[in-house]
């Protein structure tokens, strides 16, 4: 039995325990009213209701509720009652630092990290260790969605790459002009990763947690207190695009077209 299992049982067994207690009291408050109710004045009578009902609430309160330390137990931002814990860097260190706990502040609210709760480990180049597999999309479908899509993706790709050389103030920001084509990146992923058949899957949800951190990253470049820091945010949105890239990369064969160059890190 899971961790998830015994707080529903033990929740169960509390909320029993609480009524079978309340059913107990009722009864004994309702006898005392009856005994006393031919003999007792009024005043005397609205005391022992009082009485009853301060009895009763005193009953619910000494209820011994089992509650366990959920120590491991959190919820990640769309409600998920996880047993790991959670938070905007668990699981890399490299996320970016600016992504609200609530995930209100991304593009896609709806990412991987909406629904799980931790960061997406970065993608290494070549690698098909994660995500595991790929959702099947028809080829039709991706190379028409690779045709729509694909130069603006790639003239992005281009101005982050180069994003470093551009001083602070003249970084566009993300969330007043979508000069980076973040929106078509994930109308792409939409079309690689997802289908009527298949509804979003984990791995679109991944694609736009890597589009959401480019979006945050760029903020963090616009904002960092350092050059240092500015270039930590621009190798991290560079290895989200990467990521990203190397997701459909694995969707993307002769009859789709050419896949995407990968950026390289500094």
């Given at each position: ?68 330390q959920a120590a491991s137990a959190a919820f990640a931002p769309g409600g998920t009652l996880v ?110 990763l997802a289908s009527e058949n298949t509804g979003t899957t984990n791995e679109l949800l991944l694609a736009r947690y ?57």
């Open positions: 039995m899971t961790y998830v299992s015994v707080l529903k049982c033990l929740a169960l067994a509390n909320f029993f325990l609480m009524c079978h207690a309340l059913r107990g009291t009722l009864i004994n408050s309702r006898r005392s009213l009856r005994t006393f109710s031919d003999t007792t004045p009024t005043r005397l009578q609205s005391a022992e209701t009082i009485f009853s009902r301060r009895s009763l609430l005193g009953t619910v309160s000494s209820i011994p509720f089992i509650i366990p047993e790991y814990e959670v938070g905007i860097k668990v699981g890399n260190e490299e996320a970016s630092p600016s992504r609200k706990p609530n995930n209100s502040n991304v593009l896609f609210q709806q990412d991987y990290y909406f629904k799980f709760g931790t960061a997406a480990k970065f993608i290494s180049p070549g690698s098909t260790d994660f995500p595991k597999t790929m959702p099947f999309v028809l080829s039709q479908q991706r190379y028409d969605n690779l045709k729509k899509y694909g130069d603006r993706v790639k003239k992005g790709a281009s101005l982050i790459s180069s994003l470093f050389e551009t001083s602070q103030d003249e970084i566009v920001d993300p969330s007043i002009s979508d000069v980076y084509q973040l929106r078509p990146m994930g109308l792409l992923a939409n079309g690689f890597y589009i959401n951190e480019i979006y945050l990253d760029i903020g963090d470049m616009k904002n960092a207190p350092s050059q240092n820091a500015k270039k930590e945010s621009w190798n991290a949105a560079k290895k989200s695009l990467n990521s990203y890239f190397g997701m459909l990369n694995r969707s993307i064969n002769a009859k789709v077209g050419d896949q995407f160059e990968l950026l390289g890190i500094e």
